[in-house]
C-alpha cells in the first residue's frame, strides 16, 4: 500500500481549500493583470500626461495653438523647477513646506539689488533661496525639529521678511535686461521652459549617475542603515534641502524677471502644484523612492490640466477640488505601494 501523503502535499481538493492566486514582486498578483496594474502606478504620470494631452488636443478650443503652448509652458516650468528640488528632497525623506514664500523672497532680492547689474541680482536672488534651504536643514537634522514643523516656521518667518525688506509693495524691474529671463524665446519655448527642462536633465543624471545621487535615496531608505555603512547622513539630508532652495530662488527670479516686477504675495500655492506634480511623478512621501522625469512629467500633466480647464472656462475653486482630490488619489496610491514594499 502507498504511503499516505503529507498534508503539504494534499491536493487542494481533498483539502477542501482553494488555492491562493500565485503573487507576483511585492505581493502584487501574478500574470499578466498585475503585471500591467504595477506598470500603469509606477508610470501613472506619463500614462495620465498622454491621457490629458489626448484629450485637451481634441476637445479644448486653442489648446494646440503656438500661443497657448508657449504660455502654458511657461507657465508650469517655474513651478515645475520647485518640484524638482522637491522632489530630490523627498526622496531623501524630507518635504519643504515654504517653497512659495522662498519663491517670493527671491523674487524680491533680484529686484532690491537689480541695480548692481542683472547678473549679480540674479545670483543674489537665487543664492537667497538656497540660504533660506540651508537654515531648514540646520534646523532639521542639527536642532532635531521635524521637517514639517521647521519648513513651516521658516514660511512664517520668510514671509514676513519679504513683506519688510519690500515695504509691502510691488518692485518693479527698471535695470536694463530685467525681463530678458523671462520672455527669452528659442522655437515656442521661452526662457524658463528651457531651464525647466534642462535642470530637469541635470538632476535625473544626478540621480541616476552619481555617489551622491545613490546616498539620497539610500538615506531616504533606511537612514540607519546608512548611517552604519558609514554616511554623513545629515550633512547629505541636509544638501537635500539646499537644493530645494536653489530650484525655489532660481524659480522666484524667472518669476520676477517674466513680470518684470516681484510682488511679495506671490507663492500661497505653489507648494500645493508642487508637491502634487511630485507625487503624481511617483516620489514617495516616505522617501526613497522617485523619478526626476516621472516629476517633469507630473508637472506638465497638471499644467495641462490647469490650462484646459482655464481655456473651458472652470471656476478657479472648482480647480482647486479637482486638483485637490487628484493628490488625495495619488497620495493613496503611494500608501498602498509603500505597505506593499515594507509587506514583500
Not at 558609514?230 to 513680470?259: D, E, H, K, P, T
Not at 522625469?293 to 500633466?301: K, P, R, Y
Amino acid at each position: 500500500m502507498a504511503d499516505n501523503p503529507t498534508p503539504e502535499h494534499q491536493s487542494t481538493a481533498e483539502s477542501g481549500l482553494v488555492e491562493e492566486p500565485p503573487q507576483g514582486p511585492a505581493g502584487w498578483p501574478a500574470g499578466r493583470w498585475g503585471n500591467l496594474l504595477q506598470w500603469l502606478i509606477e508610470y501613472r504620470a506619463f500614462v495620465l500626461l498622454g491621457l490629458a494631452l489626448t484629450y485637451a488636443v481634441l476637445f479644448v478650443p486653442f489648446f494646440a495653438t503656438e500661443r497657448n503652448i508657449t504660455q502654458m509652458t511657461t507657465q508650469f516650468s517655474i513651478d515645475g523647477i520647485i518640484s524638482i528640488g522637491l522632489t530630490v528632497l523627498m526622496i531623501a525623506w524630507g518635504i519643504d513646506l515654504g517653497v512659495g514664500a522662498t519663491l517670493a523672497l527671491a523674487g524680491v532680492v533680484f529686484a532690491l539689488s537689480q541695480d548692481l547689474g542683472v547678473p549679480v541680482a540674479a545670483l543674489l536672488g537665487i543664492l537667497a533661496g538656497a540660504g533660506v534651504g540651508l537654515v531648514n536643514g540646520f534646523v532639521v537634522t542639527k536642532m532635531r525639529v521635524n521637517f514639517f514643523i521647521a519648513t513651516l516656521s521658516t514660511m512664517v518667518a520668510v514671509k514676513g521678511l519679504t513683506f519688510i525688506i519690500s515695504d509691502e509693495t510691488t518692485i518693479y524691474g527698471h535695470a536694463e535686461g530685467f525681463g530678458w529671463m523671462g520672455s527669452a524665446k528659442l522655437g515656442i519655448f521661452e526662457f524658463p521652459a528651457l531651464a525647466f527642462f534642462a535642470i530637469g536633465i541635470i538632476t535625473h543624471w544626478i540621480m541616476t549617475q552619481t555617489s551622491l545621487g545613490t546616498y539620497w535615496y539610500a538615506i531616504g531608505g533606511n537612514s540607519d542603515a546608512s548611517h552604519r555603512a558609514g554616511l554623513n547622513v545629515n550633512l547629505i539630508f541636509a544638501l537635500s534641502f539646499v537644493v530645494a532652495g536653489l530650484c525655489s530662488g532660481i524659480a522666484g527670479v524667472l518669476l520676477a524677471s517674466r513680470a518684470v516686477s516681484a510682488n511679495p504675495g506671490v507663492g500661497r500655492d505653489t507648494a500645493l502644484f508642487a508637491i502634487s506634480a511630485t507625487v503624481i511623478g511617483g516620489t514617495s512621501l516616505f522617501g526613497g523612492v522617485g523619478n526626476v522625469l516621472g516629476a517633469v512629467a507630473g508637472v506638465m500633466f497638471l499644467g495641462v490640466v490647469r490650462n484646459s480647464l482655464n481655456l473651458l472656462g472652470v471656476s478657479a475653486y472648482w480647480q482647486w477640488v479637482i486638483q485637490g482630490v487628484i493628490l488625495v488619489s495619488v497620495v493613496v496610491s503611494d500608501v498602498y505601494m509603500n505597505r506593499r514594499r515594507r509587506t514583500a
